[in-house]
């Protein structure tokens, strides 16, 4: 089994669509956990933390269920310019603080 | 911009050769970690440095080493180069502050094509 496991899709959606992406990670123990975007032949680039209680920046939204070991990503209003892949990203509890990507998910936001 | 800047960009070598890229950390980021990311995955962690000793290593083998120099700045080494090791080369600088949360930003990276 993966430690960090998506759905690759590819997600096709519309402009001013709302969608969402899910994770989840084999790691009880894990403690911080992140949502990555990375442009094709770019480097990744935070877009944010997750915390327990959830959180919100602007159009995005990032949900942690410990319980259940998901991490979700909600993207509301998409715009052309949120195409990306999206790597959600699980930092494992250790002296290395070792990140461990996903493989990401494709999101293409058409006109 | 993330601070973050790598060297070379891009680079082609032969089969057996060695390599080495550079990595020059944000500002006051005192750690260093590397990554490998094969076409359509997600980065995988080859090690990180702290305050010049390695920290943590990834399933990679011995012929991947490193260094991490007084200012922060480090080198991935890679030996006996194989067709496998084509890919983007990361490495992202953080804080290590003894906080849960540990926020690393990348470099644009080093693209490596072994033939």
């Known amino acids: 089994r993966k430690e960090v496991e998506q759905d690759p899709g590819p997600f096709n959606v519309p402009e001013g669509a709302t969608v969402a992406f899910n994770c989840t990670y084999s790691n009880s123990a894990s403690q911080s956990f992140f949502w990555y975007r990375q442009d094709c032949r770019k480097e990744p680039k935070l877009l944010m933390s997750v915390y327990s209680s959830g959180n919100e920046d602007g159009r995005f939204t990032a949900q942690l269920n410990r319980a259940s070991q998901y991490i979700s990503l909600l993207i509301r209003d998409s715009k052309l310019s949120d195409s990306a892949t999206y790597l959600c990203?699980?930092?494992?509890?250790?002296?290395?603080?070792?990140?461990?990507f996903g493989s990401g998910t494709q999101l293409t936001v058409l006109p | 911009e993330t601070g973050v800047t790598q060297s070379p960009t891009h680079l082609i070598k032969t089969r057996g050769q060695q390599v080495t890229l550079r990595c020059s950390s944000q500002?006051?980021?005192?750690?260093v970690s590397w990554y490998q990311q094969a076409l359509g995955q997600g980065p995988q962690f080859i090690f990180q440095?702290?305050?010049?000793?390695?920290?943590g290593r990834g399933n990679f083998p011995p012929r991947f080493s490193g260094l991490q120099f007084p200012n922060y700045s480090s080198e991935l080494n890679v030996n006996a180069l194989e067709l496998d090791d084509s890919a983007l080369y990361l490495c992202?600088?953080?804080?290590?502050?003894?906080?849960?949360?540990?926020?690393?930003?990348f470099g644009p990276g080093t693209r490596l094509t072994v033939t």
């Open positions: 992202a600088s953080s804080l290590a502050s003894g906080g849960p949360i540990y926020e690393q930003y």
């Open positions: 440095y702290y305050r010049e000793e390695e920290n």
């Open positions: 990203v699980v930092n494992i509890p250790g002296s290395a603080r070792q990140l461990t």
């Open positions: 500002s006051g980021h005192n750690t």
